[in-house]
């Protein structure tokens, strides 16, 4: 069932719980922003102050702080867009972030490095074994992307378009 912003979201025995998954846009509305919050280990896809879908997502394996450089292992910080729907990922599917932004590349100069690229919101690595897949959001595995279980792959895939902005919080 769909929350609007304020409303306190389910905790049972300290964690958080996803919004049940649907396989279709929800009344037929796609998203009209991704919200990450690391911290948390949550996305969630909005539409005005609905929302829409709660996912548990796993991150890079240095998930404090934003992203500096190439092979950091950080999942980045900031406003982006989702640019490109990869349908035959390694990972199930994917969606491109538009990481890095001007900023990042100019933060990567001034320090002498590459700010890495790549960043994406992917399904499971098929790697995972079947009786970890449900607790993947527990570890940081990814190299900065946000995952998510391909169930749930499939219903962001469903739910979003090229141009969605999403915001990555601390």
Same mark, same amino acid.
């Given at each position: 069932?769909?929350?609007?912003?304020?409303? !306190?979201?389910?905790?049972?025995s300290?964690?958080?719980?996803?919004?049940?998954?649907?396989?279709?846009?929800?009344a037929?509305?796609?998203a009209?922003?991704?919200?990450?919050?690391?911290?948390?280990?949550?996305?969630e896809?909005?539409?005005?102050?609905?929302?829409?879908?709660?996912?548990?997502?796993?991150?890079?394996r240095?998930?404090?702080?934003?992203?500096v450089?190439?092979?950091?292992?950080?999942?980045?910080?900031?406003?982006?867009?989702?640019?490109?729907?990869?349908?035959?990922?390694?990972?199930y599917?994917a969606?491109?972030?538009?990481?890095?932004?001007?900023?990042?590349r100019?933060?990567?100069?001034?320090?002498? !490095?590459r700010?890495?690229?790549?960043?994406?919101?992917?399904?499971?690595?098929?790697?995972?074994?079947?009786?970890?897949?449900?607790?993947?959001?527990?570890f940081?595995?990814?190299?900065?992307?946000?995952?998510?279980?391909?169930?749930?792959?499939?219903? !962001?895939?469903?739910s !979003?378009?090229?141009?969605?902005?999403?915001?990555?919080?601390?």
């Open positions: 069932m769909p929350t609007r912003r304020g409303v !306190v979201p389910l905790l049972v300290g964690l958080l719980l996803p919004c049940p998954g649907r396989a279709q846009p929800l037929g509305l796609l009209d922003r991704v919200e990450v919050r690391k911290r948390e280990r949550v996305m896809l909005w539409n005005g102050e609905l929302l829409l879908h709660r996912f548990r997502v796993a991150l890079g240095r998930p404090e702080g934003h992203k450089e190439e092979g950091d292992g950080r999942t980045p910080e900031g406003r982006y867009e989702l640019t490109e729907f990869l349908p035959k990922s390694y990972f599917r969606i491109r972030i538009s990481y890095p932004n001007e900023e990042d100019r933060r990567a100069r001034e320090l002498g !490095v700010p890495g690229g790549d960043i994406l919101i992917h399904g499971l690595d098929p790697l995972i074994a079947r009786r970890f897949r449900r607790d993947h959001w527990l940081n595995w990814t190299r900065g992307c946000i995952a998510v279980t391909d169930e749930e792959m499939d219903i !962001v895939w469903a !979003v378009t090229p141009g969605t902005p999403i915001e990555i919080k601390p």
